[in-house]
């Protein structure tokens, strides 16, 4: 019997985890900025590519698609190669994967500013860069499937299901709402229009969040969350279940983004019964991460790893309970256009997303590195700034949807 020798590729890893602290640093710096506009409109005045109809989608981007973005791909690359006891396909295909990305997000970060935008939510970037993510993000799904397909451990653990669903998935959802007919370089017209442009791109906004800000990471919570508290996941079969069900009705909950418009009826209200179905998949996911805990609590306290999972997953639970609350006509009619609108985004961004990849960061980093944590004081107290600035972030935004819907109730259509 001869024995295999193979090494995973660890330099992918860490090249992403570098790219996720640099975009996370610009994203949330553009964040910043546009939050001191709500303070001081006149910031920037006259600086057109720093006007604030420019910056909200180079920061939404940059948090998204760059330090979001690298963060998927970085616990991935590491999570695929150790699940299935294999290097990853194609070498080449990892670092095209990285470089093309990256030149993606600087291609964003020069567009958005000067004004070339499709004027799509989530999808703002023009068709060349439209045509690049394509190509980008298929060469990730031939590495990841040709991984699969020589990989040493029989089992796919139900983490590759997630990661596989979200390539299958953000590639249906990015080439049909993307499909444009270029004027110029830089300017094309969606092939919709209407009504039905406004369906396709919100069945692709909406999973955006599903398919690139959920699915991901919740293979990310099956796979780090058992490493972290070295416990096994609470309940395999849930796991499975979490899955079918949350793919499954994931997909349609896109209408409520369009309750009271012209969107027919039938579809508006199919869209708010499949985002209340969704809270069973969702908090059935929660609970799975949560209890995954059971007999590591005392470690919660001292780790700061485990912290900032257990805040993820909260999080997690939280905004997933908000948006089928929030897909409700009668409460929708309160929250639309409204500054709760945007906390709900941030609960899920900041504290889901967010604070799941700074605990995998914090993971990785020492393993990566074969090195111990730098300060385990500093990442504590990342930790408690974090969760404080999420709670004195959102709090009060809700207060001001509130208080928003309450003063428009205030007129009459004709103004009085």
């Known amino acids: ?242 899955f079918w069900s949350l793919i499954f009705i994931y997909i349609w909950a896109g209408p409520h983004h369009l309750l009271y418009t012209a969107l027919p009826d039938w579809a508006q209200n199919l869209g708010v019964a499949f985002s209340i179905m969704l809270l069973a998949p969702s908090w059935g996911g929660m609970i799975n991460g949560l209890l995954t805990l059971r007999g590591a609590w005392d470690k919660v306290r001292t780790d700061p790893v485990l912290k900032f999972m257990v805040v993820a997953i909260t999080g997690y639970g939280m905004a997933t309970f908000e948006g089928p609350l929030l897909s409700l006509k009668n409460v929708n009619a309160i929250a639309h256009f409204s500054d709760w609108i945007i906390a709900h985004v941030h609960v899920g961004a900041l504290a889901w997303n967010g604070f799941l990849t700074f605990g995998m960061i914090y993971w990785l980093v020492p393993k990566m590195t074969k090195n111990r944590l730098f300060s385990t004081s500093l990442a504590n107290f990342h930790f408690w700034i974090g969760t404080l600035g999420i709670i004195l972030y959102t709090l009060p935004m809700y207060v001001a949807g509130f208080t928003q819907a309450l003063m428009w109730k205030d007129f009459n259509p004709d103004g009085t």
């Open 1 to 242: 019997m001869e024995v295999q020798q193979f090494y995973y590729d660890n330099k992918i890893v860490k090249n992403f985890l570098y790219a996720t602290m640099f975009w996370g640093i610009v994203g949330m710096s553009v964040g910043l900025l546009l939050a001191f506009m709500f303070m001081f409109p006149n910031l920037t005045d006259g600086i057109s590519w720093l006007s604030f109809g420019r910056l909200r989608p180079l920061h939404t981007n940059a948090v998204i698609f760059a330090f979001i973005g690298n963060a998927i791909y970085a616990g991935v690359y590491y999570s695929t190669q150790r699940l299935l006891k294999a290097r990853m396909y194609s070498d080449f295909l990892s670092k095209f994967n990285f470089w093309g990305w990256q030149a993606i997000i600087v291609a964003a970060a020069i567009t958005l500013p000067l004004g070339y935008t499709s004027s799509k939510e989530y999808a703002e970037l023009e068709w060349p860069i439209d045509l690049a993510i394509a190509v980008v993000w298929v060469a990730f799904g031939i590495n990841l499937i040709g991984t699969m397909i020589k990989r040493r451990q029989r089992h796919l653990y139900v983490a590759i299901w997630f990661y596989l669903a979200t390539f299958v998935t953000v590639a249906v959802l990015h080439i049909f709402n993307s499909l444009e007919l270029p004027v110029s370089a830089l300017k094309s017209y969606s092939v919709y229009a209407g009504v039905q442009d406004a369906l396709v791109q919100w069945w692709y906004g909406h999973n955006a969040v599903a398919f690139f800000l959920t699915t991901p990471f919740l293979g990310l919570m099956y796979y780090f969350v058992p490493k972290a508290a070295n416990r096994p996941i609470y309940s395999y079969r849930l796991s499975i279940v979490h």
